[in-house]
């Protein structure tokens, strides 16, 4: 499973992206909105710190599917590298998502709370799909089970898109997905730190040290042992 950093805090992000083994970062206009109102350089310095390499999602404002397409180029082109582009999965965003396939610019059908609309997204050349998982749990339906549902649609319909599971609350929903081998999720800092937030992890780790340092003397490691 892809595992990205869904959050714009360029500090945030530098941490996260030097402890974990992350894919890359995704963002909102909403989370863009909690850093100011400079986007283009939050999204810039984001860039930097992730490298090229690495998956940089955006999303567009436009509306109607001839600005959404000018929007994207524009996103992608101004942000280089492997940006992908988020567009709502309504029709308009169906009818961009297909001119930016024949474009070859990558997109990511977002704002998905059904499983139609994400079969909708990767008919139209998605690359991936993002059901809001907790929101669709506070609208009463099982987040979980629906992402499942995704994830068997576009698998036994070969689109070629992957899902991309956003909006968690807690480490348990991204594990039950991750047993199932979904392609991605993004989680926002505190649900990433809490994958290894566990008091027993913790103990463990001091035991160790307290061990070996009764043994050898504070602050000796293996390095100071043995080279
Ligand atoms: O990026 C979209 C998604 O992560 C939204 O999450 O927490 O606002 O439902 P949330």
Do not use: H
Not at 58 to 80: H, K, S
Not at 101 to 128: F, H, N, R, W
Not at 136 to 157: A, E, P, S
Request: charged residues 20%; neutral net charge.
């Amino acid at each position: 499973m892809k595992l990205y950093i869904d959050d714009a805090n360029p500090e945030e992000i530098r941490r996260l992206w030097t402890l974990y083994p992350a894919d890359g970062v995704t963002t909102n206009p909403s989370i863009l909105s909690r850093e100011g109102s400079d986007p283009r350089s939050t999204l810039n310095q984001i860039r930097q710190i992730i490298g090229s390499e690495a998956e940089l999602f955006v999303q567009v404002l436009a509306d109607e599917a001839d600005e959404i397409v000018l929007e994207a180029e524009t996103i992608a082109g101004a942000l280089g590298g492997r940006t992908v582009v988020k567009i709502p999965s309504v029709p308009a965003g169906f009818q961009a998502m297909k001119a930016l396939k024949a474009k070859g610019i990558v997109t990511c059908g977002t704002a998905v709370y059904t499983p139609m609309q994400a079969y909708l997204a990767a008919k139209s050349g998605a690359a991936y799909v993002a059901p809001y998982l907790n929101r669709i749990d506070n609208m009463g339906f099982d987040g979980v089970r629906i992402v499942k549902q995704i994830q068997d649609i576009l698998t036994r319909g070969k689109y070629g898109a992957e899902v991309l599971a956003a909006s968690f609350k807690n480490s348990q929903q991204v594990l039950e997905l991750c047993e199932y081998g979904i392609g991605a999720a993004t989680c926002a800092p505190a649900i990433l730190d809490g994958f290894v937030k566990n008091a027993a992890i913790d103990a463990a780790v001091a035991a160790f040290t307290a061990d070996f340092e009764k043994a050898v003397g504070k602050g000796k490691t293996m390095k100071s042992i043995l080279g």
